[in-house]
């Protein structure tokens, strides 16, 4: 392991690996085993320690506490992730434009204002979106779906931005949004 040769590979793939282990997880991504099955759901897994993290969304259990500011997760990772957050940590940078962003996902998204790809794409009209979040926004000048209700009058509204903007209407106060 510590030499760094990697004498087990997949014949599929040819990928190599340090330990037998390992290959042995990473075959099952060709053949589509997944041996651990959740007992309240039936959803299956092809290692043991994905089943254990699912199993957390049944239980309600969020092992890993943030010392800040007391959120909890499920994940390691989902908290080292959150504590940038209150660090300002920033390590993925943009190689055209170096804007940074905490998030790896943040700067692929951000990538496709230079590349120019637009791959979310609606079915009714065909207009094309940077990310599936802006895709579904639009999706409701179609729908006439409302999903943001005003909880004092039921006013309701297919951006959360116009709700925000609504609010301030009932305490007499003017939006400065």
């Known amino acids: 392991m510590h030499t760094g040769e990697r004498p087990y590979a997949c014949e599929v793939c040819s990928k190599a690996f340090s330990q037998q282990r390992h290959l ?8 589509g085993e997944r041996p651990y099955a959740c007992e309240m ?5 092809s290692q043991q320690i994905h089943l254990i993290v699912h199993q957390r969304r049944h239980t309600g259990e969020r092992p890993f506490v943030c010392d800040v500011c ?28 170096n804007k940074a962003f905490s998030q790896q996902s943040s700067l692929m998204k951000h ?6 790809e ?6 009714v009209c065909n207009n094309t979106f ?12 179609h729908s006439g ?5 005003c909880d004092v009058c039921n006013n309701a509204f297919s951006h959360w931005i116009s709700l925000k903007r609504h609010k ?10």
Do not use: W
């Open 41 to 45: 759901c039936n959803k299956a897994f």
């Open 111 to 116: 990538q496709r204002i230079h590349t120019g």
């Open 70 to 97: 007391n959120k909890a997760f499920t994940q390691q990772s989902s908290l080292m992730k959150h504590q940038r957050i209150h660090t300002g940590e920033r390590p993925f940078v943009c190689d055209v434009c």
């Open 24 to 31: 042995l997880i990473h075959k099952r991504r060709h053949t």
């Open 130 to 141: 940077i990310d599936k979040s802006r895709l579904i926004r639009h999706q409701r000048a």
């Open 168 to 177: 301030p209407m009932h305490i007499g106060e003017r939006p400065c949004v």
């Open 118 to 123: 637009r791959p979310y794409t609606c079915e």
């Open 145 to 149: 779906e409302r999903p943001y209700v």
